[in-house]
């Protein structure tokens, strides 16, 4: 399929090292680059047993590098806008993702992709759907943001397996031919707008995941989020709607004594309460009206998905239970980068709060999670290159118990010093890690690590 093709692939994290084997492995020369030199030695180890390569570290490609490529395969974290990648698409020549890849790979072989996005819920609601789909007796895999390279599932998979993909913005904004069986976009909120500049272009981003598709294809939609109930006008696909305020004509709804309600053909149908569901918080209800959707629609029986529902545990990183000592509660919410994750976090529980927050700056706005968080949170821990930002609007909101600390061992430290009995400590930073850490999951076993070393000291 790429025999005697030559391609650039930028970045060299998972993705981008999955994408650069497999292109190798089916005959193409590659270009491996990654702006950050001190990665050179490790990344030549992971490509040792291969001999039509070339790497460019620590610089972008200049006008030579790219001349004579075919396409270029672009990682998540690389910005489009940069000149090379420009030039690149105006000489005529594709610019696209390790998802577009795995896709154009998998349509020989009859793979379908069912896309989950949204700017809070993705990771919950695409694992809840990928053990649903296990259960139901298909060869499945659970890939993309969540952390597996889609391309790496692709290759291993056989003739009509299932891919249940969690998609970033970032990986959408450079799809072309992707065209999920089923689509989802859970919700929208103000989220790195120090790459996309605008909702608007943050919001155009996600539709890329319904795009393509057309009316053999379902999309999944929030009817209770203003922004996602608009994107209808723009899809072409059979649209199926959730909700938790509103009685659908058509759709996953709530009904007034917190019933789960399907109603898809025309027949409403009684599905299970809310309280029969596994997970916390009013946002994990979303998440599990969102799976049970795809699911339905793309043809697993009812039985099935409500016996998931029942049993399914928290993901790593997401509102994941760590330890209690002395009485206090130890939360890992790591996987929350971003305020309105942040909100949902602090909504789902009881219990006096100390939150630890702060990380990467991605121009978020920290109002409304305050004004909300002053009812749940008693006191803040805060690190990162966020912290003055996230005290000064702490205060203004009125939570003036706040610690500003220069690392996880401190913020642990510092929580466990001012816990009292019956208190929660929640690590759920409202920001991404990166400055600390290389991602979420790296701050979340650092914190893991941190309390289970409280007993310790």
């Not at 460019?56 to 990648?85: H, K, M, Q, T």
């Not at 025309?266 to 209800?285: A, D």
Request: charged share 25%; glycine share 6%; net charge negative.
């Amino acid at each position: 399929m790429f025999s005697n093709s030559k391609v650039l692939v930028v970045g060299m994290a998972r993705s981008g090292i999955a994408a650069a084997k497999y292109l190798l492995r089916n005959g193409a020369e590659v270009i491996v680059n990654d702006s950050k030199e001190e990665k050179l030695e490790n990344i030549k180890k992971e490509f040792k047993d291969f001999t039509k390569i070339e790497f460019i570290f620590g610089r972008n490609p200049n006008s030579e590098d790219i001349e004579d490529i075919d396409f270029a395969v672009v990682s998540p974290g690389v910005p489009l806008d940069l000149d090379y990648i420009v030039k690149i698409k105006n000489s005529g020549k594709e610019v696209f993702s390790e998802i577009e890849l795995a896709y154009r790979v998998g349509k020989k072989k009859n793979i379908d992709f069912i896309g989950i996005t949204g700017t809070n819920g993705k990771t919950t609601t695409t694992s809840i759907v990928g053990e649903i789909i296990k259960k139901a007796g298909f060869e499945s895999y659970i890939v993309g943001n969540i952390g597996n390279p889609a391309i790496k599932a692709v290759e291993e998979a056989n003739e009509g397996a299932v891919m249940v993909t969690e998609l970033s913005s970032f990986q959408l904004e450079s799809v072309l031919e992707f065209r999920p069986k089923v689509s989802s976009i859970l919700n929208l909120t103000e989220d790195h707008l120090n790459r996309h500049h605008t909702m608007e272009n943050y919001a155009r981003a996600k539709m890329n995941i319904f795009a393509k598709q057309n009316e053999q294809e379902i999309c999944v939609l929030n009817y209770d989020d203003e922004i996602t109930r608009s994107m209808a006008e723009s899809c072409s696909a059979k649209l199926v709607y959730f909700s938790r305020t509103s009685k659908l004509e058509k759709g996953i709804y709530l009904d007034e004594e917190k019933n789960i309600v399907a109603n898809l053909s025309g027949e409403v149908e009684f599905v299970m309460n809310s309280k029969e569901l596994s997970l916390p918080g009013g946002h994990n209800l979303e998440n599990s009206m969102a799976a049970m959707a795809i699911c339905l629609e793309y043809g697993v029986d009812i039985e099935i998905i409500k016996e998931v529902l029942k049993t399914f545990k928290a993901v790593e990183h997401r509102l994941e239970y760590v330890e209690t000592i002395d009485g206090v509660a130890y939360v890992n919410d790591s996987k929350g980068t971003n305020p309105d994750s942040t909100i949902k976090a602090v909504q789902s529980y009881d219990r006096p709060i100390i939150l630890i927050a702060g990380g990467y700056d991605k121009g978020s706005d920290f109002n409304e999670l305050f004004e909300i968080a002053k009812k749940f949170v008693r006191s803040v821990v805060i690190l990162g290159q966020t912290a003055k930002l996230i005290e000064s609007t702490a205060h203004k909101h009125g939570i003036l118990d706040t610690y500003i600390v220069n690392d996880m061992y401190e913020a642990v430290k510092k929580s466990h010093e001012i816990a009292n009995e019956n208190d929660l400590v929640l690590l759920s930073p409202a920001c991404a890690s990166w400055g600390m850490y290389n991602n979420y999951e790296e701050r979340g076993n650092d914190f893991k690590l941190n309390v289970h070393n409280l007993k310790k000291r």
